[in-house]
């Protein structure tokens, strides 16, 4: 069974400029996470959606924004790059909302975003 | 904030010992716990859970503990193997969303 799946894995940016990131849960699951992993550090929750509702938001910019489709994918969006947006991107998904009790959030591998 | 910490960010153990990983977190209202495990270039990999109705749970070769009364979380590893070395995250949720300490970096010596 296919797990939690990002795309791109790697990519480079330019401040200023604008990237997406795409994720697909595992089958069955309706609720994914975005979370960011700065160098040395361990995730910080970015936003949770489940059922295609915004369900939680962490501490992060409006620069930051995110939806989820029909098919309960999901993108991450990210405007106005800065250095600081550098790191690893990590999508989680679990089967229902994650903030109840025993829902194991699942994470993809990750994309890792450089902004130069 | 949330604030979940780890006693020592890193640690080394002779391959086939017994390897103790703690955390410590911040959020008595917390009620579920995870551990994972990030190998270099790879998103964190679920080790084992545990629910604040628990004090011990055992998985193949791992074991973690929940003490409430402190709010400390341990991860036990038996039989340390090379495969083992890794940074292990604890991770609470107080009911809306996980919150994930900065890790400790687990050496294998062969």
């Known amino acids: 069974d296919a797990g939690v799946t990002q795309s791109p894995t790697h990519l480079i940016k330019t401040r200023g400029q604008h990237v997406t990131l795409r994720c697909s849960p595992i089958s069955g699951h309706k609720s994914v996470s975005w979370y960011q992993q700065v160098l040395g550090q361990g995730p910080q929750f970015i936003f949770q959606?489940?059922?295609?509702?915004?369900?939680g938001r962490g501490n992060f910019p409006d620069r930051f924004s995110a939806r989820q489709f029909p098919n309960y994918s999901s993108e991450l969006n990210v405007n106005a790059l800065l250095l600081g947006d550098s790191a690893l991107y990590l999508c989680?998904?679990?089967?229902?909302?994650?903030?109840?009790?025993?829902?194991?959030?699942?994470f993809g591998e990750g994309s890792w975003l450089t902004v130069v | 904030g949330e604030s979940v910490g780890l006693h020592l960010p890193t640690l080394s153990v002779q391959e086939g010992d017994n390897s103790i990983i703690n955390c410590a977190y911040s959020n008595s209202a917390s009620d579920y716990f995870i551990w994972y495990k990030q190998e270099s270039g790879k998103g964190p990999q679920f080790i084992i859970d545990?629910?604040?109705?628990?004090d011990k749970r055992q998985g193949q070769r791992v074991t973690v503990l929940l003490n409430k009364t402190v709010k400390h979380l341990s991860l036990q590893i038996a039989a340390t193997q090379p495969g083992d070395s890794a940074v292990y995250f604890c991770?609470?949720?107080?009911?809306?969303?996980?919150?994930f300490g900065t890790g400790t970096s687990l050496t294998v010596i062969p």
């Open positions: 989680a998904s679990s089967l229902a909302f994650a903030g109840r009790t025993g829902n194991t959030i699942y």
């Open positions: 959606y489940y059922e295609k509702e915004e369900r």
């Open positions: 991770a609470e949720n107080p009911g809306n969303q996980f919150y």
């Open positions: 545990i629910r604040s109705n628990m």
